[in-house]
Every structure is written in structure tokens, then in C-alpha cells.
T-cell receptor, first 117, second 113 residues
């Protein structure tokens, strides 16, 4: 497909379980972001991958959260030992860095709605 | 570091009213500026952008002008419609910040018929 895809679209899990959320960015996009959006709230930045650079993990709320990006494409966000406060919509976005530009449009996926019971 | 500040909502307007949502920024370099919109039940999407000072971004009747002297990028629309009800996010991205996009907190707009 032409857009950013995320899976699953919905995930219900029990407190204490681990979950993995997947993001397929637009082909060729060098930058990939993960955000969290709680009901009625703004975007909370989690992690940012740009090309082969070390990821910016400054937004990860705790060491239960981790993410990787394999081969510069697909990314997986892992939440270990989930807590009820982790319930939110997790959004992925990708963009293409253009040499000489100062920033490019982000294209968002539909999100994964995580519910921790 | 880079930051974006936008007016708190919610903003409630009647149809055909004039809309302004204020956005100011702090950046180390010369950022690109964006407005994203999130309609109810939908994903975030770009509304408009401007990449250099004095540029005006426009789309769907919305406009925003990149004002370097006041470090602002206010969103305006002359006559809002019920269908404009959404959450609006101001954002910036620049080389000095490693191209990481910084979002404002979002402003929820309600338009009444």
C-alpha cells in the first residue's frame, strides 16, 4: 500500500502481559516516529528513528518500553509488563528527509488502540 | 531546545465565524512549520505547511503565514463550517533539531450550526 500501516488495529491485553505493536512506514522514508495519544489528549512523543543514526529515545516513559527498526524499514514497539495507564492509541508516522530541506511532512498510520485490563 | 506553544482549547464557534488559533515556536535554526488536523475518528493528516519566512501555507480555506520576527504561525479561516470541527496541531521540524518534529498540545475546535 501507499500509506503507513500499523497492526494490530486493536489490542486488548491483561495487566502484566507483554505486547508488540508493528509499523510499516512508507517505502523509502528514512524517518520513523512513535507517539502515544490518550483519549482527548495531545501527542506524546515516544521515539524517533532517522536513517542509520542512533534513535532518539528521550520520550520513552519507562524502561518497559522499547522499539527497534529492522533494516531501516519496519518498526516494532514493545511494551513489557503492561499497566492500565499504558492504555492509549499508539501512532506511527514516517517522513522522508530531503537534502537541503529543513523538515518534511509526516504521514501517520491509523494507530493501534491498546486497552490494558 | 525546540518547542511549540499553541492556544489552549476548546474553541467553540458558530458556523461562518472567523477562526484564529495561535501558535508560537522556539527553534535553534530555521524550521519548517506545519499544521496538522485530526477529524473525529480519523488519523492525523497534514493541513498546510510553510518552509521559510514569509511563506503562506493554505488549504481548504485555512491559511497560516510564517512570521520569523514574531516566531509565529497562526492558523486562520475566514468562515468556519461544522465540518471543520477537529483537533488542530501546530508543529515544527528543523535541521538543528535533527529533523525531529515537535508538536504543540493541540487545540480542539467545535463549530456549532
Amino acid at each position: 500500500g501507499a500509506g503507513v500501516s500499523q497492526s494490530p488495529s486493536n489490542k486488548v491485553t491483561e495487566k502484566g502481559k507483554d505486547v508488540e505493536l508493528r509499523c510499516d512506514p512508507i517505502s523509502g522514508h528514512t524517518a520513523l516516529y512513535w507517539y502515544r495519544q490518550s483519549l482527548g489528549q495531545g501527542l506524546e512523543f515516544l521515539i524517533y528513528f532517522q536513517g542509520n543514526s542512533a534513535p532518539d529515545k528521550s520520550g520513552l516513559p519507562s524502561d518497559r518500553f522499547s522499539a527497534e527498526r529492522t533494516g531501516g524499514s519496519v518498526s516494532t514497539l514493545t511494551i513489557q509488563r503492561t499497566q492500565q495507564e499504558d492504555s492509549a492509541v499508539y501512532l506511527c508516522a514516517s517522513s522522508s528527509w530531503t537534502s537541503g530541506s529543513s523538515g518534511d511532512t509526516q504521514y501517520f498510520g491509523p494507530g493501534t488502540r491498546l486497552t490494558v485490563l | 531546545g525546540n518547542s511549540v506553544t499553541q492556544m489552549e482549547g476548546p474553541v467553540t464557534l458558530s458556523e461562518e465565524a472567523f477562526l484564529t488559533i495561535n501558535c508560537t515556536y522556539t527553534a535553534t535554526g530555521y524550521p519548517s512549520l506545519f499544521w496538522y488536523v485530526q477529524y473525529p475518528g480519523e488519523g492525523l493528516q497534514l493541513l498546510l505547511k510553510a518552509t521559510k519566512a514569509d511563506d503562506k501555507g493554505s488549504n481548504k480555506g485555512f491559511e497560516a503565514t510564517y512570521r520569523k520576527e514574531t516566531t509565529s504561525f497562526h492558523l486562520e479561516k475566514g468562515s468556519v463550517q461544522v465540518s471543520d470541527s477537529a483537533v488542530y496541531f501546530c508543529a515544527l521540524s528543523d535541521r538543528g533539531g535533527g529533523f525531529k518534529t515537535i508538536f504543540g498540545a493541540g487545540t480542539r475546535l467545535f463549530v456549532k450550526a
